[in-house]
């Protein structure tokens, strides 16, 4: 690690006097989409696809988008189809709202189906899963759920369940395995030959978080100290046609009663020449968590809950789509803005509060921000401001204590960001509740990262910024889980020390997208990586996680300009009981650095991270780059190795 001795090292003098600039509470935050199955097949533990025989398959590009029904995409005859017949009906269905369910015959006994459940069920030894499904037939008979191994050899077994009732009713048992079972075959056996039909399968494992979340996964969140989680979205929030934008309404109440949507990304990388279908056209919404879990999911993890809304416009990328800002239309997108607050916040004599309370929690959510409106910008055709004026207007006026956010757009590099800042500079500087902060995106290159480490210095300090996606994007050629490099996360780094300096401009950040399944992505890099069994943490994420439990609530002022030549970046702040020091070194110098001007005591605590700039993190090496703490003690001078990062914790 870092030998003294070896060392050809150049030595500086780190000047700093505290200044009064305040780190606002839960400044590193979390961006969640469900992008790259991030949330069904990935944090939603729900274990089966296709759960209620509504998924649809997405075709198309730019402006002619069209789905087919795919109802039993995911369902297949087991063992084979001379033993079952699985047709998708809708006659008298479950209920009115997902009329698709899942007739099957079969013609022999102990003849069913299997679910492609991803890549298959994982079951850990001794952890059960609970399963639950609703069922009709005219003939009695014995179903058991399975899981099978890939040759049809039985691994676990649920107990047998009685089919004995004409009319839909719910059915429930629990399966359990002596050893893990990767990559198994979820399998219904019927005992006879029959007709049953079935719907609204769910099978989540009985370690989930909360009886939702997937543990691993919920867990590398919760240990990043996540200040607010922004949600769900993205550009699932705009749709890639008004029909399929998030509608949190139909995301609340029973989920069998949740309206299923096709996923956004469903399309991703078709073109309109020869790609009208995609890599991943049966990616769906099932919104088993909706509204109501993400509010859940910020309570768990202790973060603020900021809910992005749709301001009547599908993704501008993608589409013209959207309705009039004058019309009824619109309004009824600002009223689904006032009745989110009214559902999280609300008592029990509002509408929305008492459907809260009916879901099980009583106590309000407290939600605080809100959201207006994903990367939107200004054209000819799109009056964004106007919009965002109108929601601001509308919530204010019922609402005046919520924080509103602004957008300026999809990428800081563009006229659209000198758009909106020309419009929400001077609106926020004569009324700083007008936008609270307004959420800037930038993925881009670690050259651009380092040449911008300065980019909020002179940000006039009435322009408060949501840093809502950043991530550096390197290594475009490399596998997509690659592109996670150690290198990128240097870059993100040494960025971060210009959003922590200039914590009061910058009062929230958040880097995006959060997960990726491996196999199953659209867009990389990302945070966290995971497959059915396992998940890890990127070097990106230790640098997140960094931040969030490095940093005081006071920046002390430091002047490296004569460090940065050499790509040695710094950052320093304090709280009550101790100071941090981080010092991002991405450049090709050994340095020794003197610290004596911020603090003449010895170090409580060391972390580094360190690596090549193309390591990365994997499943077979989770932490491979990661940040460490160490029992080096830190005095007067630190030691700062070429291409590693150094945290000094001091008590005060
Ligand atoms: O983070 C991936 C996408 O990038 C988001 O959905 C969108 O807001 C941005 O363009």
Redesign the pocket.
């Known amino acids: 690690m870092i030998i003294l001795s070896k060392l050809n090292k150049k030595a500086y003098e780190l000047k700093g006097e505290y200044m009064s600039k305040q780190i606002s509470k839960g400044m590193f935050g979390l961006?969640f989409?469900d992008?790259n199955y991030g949330l069904d097949g990935g944090l939603h533990a729900e274990m089966l696809e296709n759960r209620s025989f509504e998924f649809l398959e997405g075709h198309g590009y730019k402006r002619n988008y069209y789905q087919k029904g795919a109802y039993l995409y995911g369902w297949n005859p087991y063992p084979d189809s001379d033993s079952a017949k699985l047709t998708a009906l809708d006659i008298r269905p479950l209920n009115e709202i997902n009329t698709h369910y899942m007739c099957v015959k079969t013609f022999k006994e102990d003849a069913g189906f299997t679910n492609k459940a991803y890549d298959g069920i994982f079951l850990k030894a001794g952890v059960g899963a609970n399963i639950s499904f609703y069922a009709t037939s005219k003939n009695d008979c014995n179903v058991t759920v399975k899981v099978l191994s890939k040759d049809g050899k039985e691994l676990a077994k649920a107990e047998n369940i009685s089919i004995d009732s004409p009319d839909w009713k719910k059915y429930e048992c629990c399966i359990k395995a002596d050893n893990d079972i990767e990559a198994g075959m979820f399998t219904v056996f019927i005992d006879k030959p029959s007709v049953v039909c079935f719907d609204q399968f769910r099978m989540y494992p009985e370690d989930a978080v909360l009886s939702l979340f997937r543990k691993d996964l919920a867990e590398l969140l919760k240990a990043l100290h996540p200040g607010f989680m922004r949600f769900p979205?993205?550009?699932?929030i705009e749709g890639n046609q008004l029909i399929n934008r998030y509608q949190w309404k139909k995301s609340v109440g029973p989920s069998e009663e949740r309206a299923a949507n096709w996923n956004r990304w469903a399309v991703h990388g078709n073109d309109d020449e020869k790609k009208d279908i995609g890599d991943f056209p049966y990616y769906n919404q099932t919104l088993g968590i909706g509204y109501y879990e993400y509010f859940l999911l910020c309570e768990y993890l202790g973060c603020e809950p900021l809910p992005v809304m749709n301001v009547g416009l599908a993704c501008q990328y993608q589409s013209d789509e959207f309705v009039d800002s004058s019309s009824a239309e619109f309004d009824v997108f600002v009223q689904d803005a006032l009745d989110l607050i009214e559902f999280a916040n609300g008592d029990a004599s509002t509408k929305w509060g008492a459907l809260r309370i009916k879901m099980g929690h009583e106590k309000p959510f407290e939600m605080k921000y809100i959201g207006i409106g994903?990367?939107q910008w200004e054209t000819d055709k799109i009056d964004f401001f106007h919009r965002y004026e109108a929601f601001e207007k509308a919530i204010h006026e019922k609402y005046p204590e919520i924080r509103c956010c602004g957008s300026a757009g999809?990428d800081v590099t563009s006229q659209h960001y000198k758009d909106a800042w020309g419009h929400f500079s001077p609106k926020m500087k004569e009324n700083p509740s007008y936008s609270v902060a307004v959420d800037e995106?930038y993925?881009v290159s670690d050259k651009w990262m380092y040449e911008n480490v300065h980019m909020y210095d002179n940000y006039e300090k009435h322009r408060k910024v949501f840093a809502g996606?950043y991530a550096c994007h390197i290594n475009p050629d490399r596998k997509p889980q690659e592109r996670n490099s150690f290198g990128a996360a240097l870059a993100e780094a040494a960025f971060m020390t210009g959003l922590e300096r200039n914590a009061d401009v910058v009062l929230m950040a958040s880097y995006?997208?959060l997960f990726a399944r491996l196999g199953y992505t659209q867009?990389q890099p990302d945070l966290i990586w995971f497959d059915a069994k396992s998940a890890y943490g990127t070097p990106s994420y230790y640098v997140q996680k960094m931040y969030s439990l490095f940093t005081g609530t006071e920046v002390l002022d430091c002047d490296f300009s004569g460090l940065e030549k050499d790509r040695i970046y710094i950052t320093a702040s304090k709280n009550d009981d101790k100071t941090f020091i981080k010092i991002i070194n991405a450049g090709e110098t050994d340095a020794d650095i003197d610290i004596t001007s911020i603090t003449d005591k010895e170090t409580e605590a060391v972390y580094v991270m360190e690596g090549d700039v193309d390591d990365c993190n994997s499943i077979a090496e989770p932490e491979k780059v990661s940040l460490k703490k160490t029992d080096f003690k830190v005095k007067a001078s630190a030691l700062s190795k070429k291409k590693t990062i150094i945290v000094l914790v001091f008590n005060n």
């Open positions: 961006f989409e992008i979205g993205g550009c699932v994903n990367e999809p995106h993925y996606e995006a997208p867009w």
